[in-house]
C-alpha cells in the first residue's frame, strides 16, 4: 500500500454520496457533509467532518467533491466561506429545502405536486450550472438573476403551503 501524503494545500470537498464506514478508521458521510481533508493515499482521503471535528477518519475519493474556499481563522474558530456567486449559494440551500419537501409528497403520494417541485428543482439546477460556468454575458447573467430569484420566492410559497397540508 502506498503511504499517506499530506493534501497539497488546505481542502475542503462536499460528499456527493452516502458513505457507511465500516468502522474504524473508515468515516461514515452523507450527502451534504463537508470534510476537511488532511491525507491522500491512492483513492482514499483521511480528514474530519467540518460540523464535528472529533469524527475523523478515511473516506473515499469519489463520494467528495472538492470545494474552493475561504478560511476564516479568528481565536479558536474556522469560518468556512465557499468560494462561489452567493446566488448559486442560496440555489443549493433552496435545492436541500425542497428536497425534503420533494421527499414528502413522494412518501404521501402526491404526484401532481411531486412533479411540479420536481421541475422547479430541475430548472434551479440547470440554472445554478449556468451561473457557476462563468461563461454568460453580463446581460444574460442579469436576466438569469432575475429568473432564478423569482422562481425561488415562487416555489418557496409553493413548499411552503404544501409542506403545511403534509402535517
Known sequence: MAP???ADKER???AIYNFQGSG???LSL???DVVRIQ???GDWYRGYLIKHKMLQGIFPKSFIHIKEVTVEKRRNT???IPAEIPLAQEVTTTLWEWGSIWKQLYVASKKERFLQVQSMMYDLMEWRS???SGTLPKDELKELKQKVTS???YGNNFCFTESLSLI
Open 24 to 26: 474504524a478508521p473508515q
Open 4 to 6: 499517506w501524503r499530506k
Open 39 to 41: 491525507e491522500t493515499c
Open 130 to 132: 449556468q451561473l457557476l
Open 151 to 153: 422562481k425561488i420566492d
Open 12 to 14: 475542503h470537498g462536499v
Open 78 to 80: 474556522e469560518n468556512i
Open 30 to 32: 452523507q450527502i451534504g
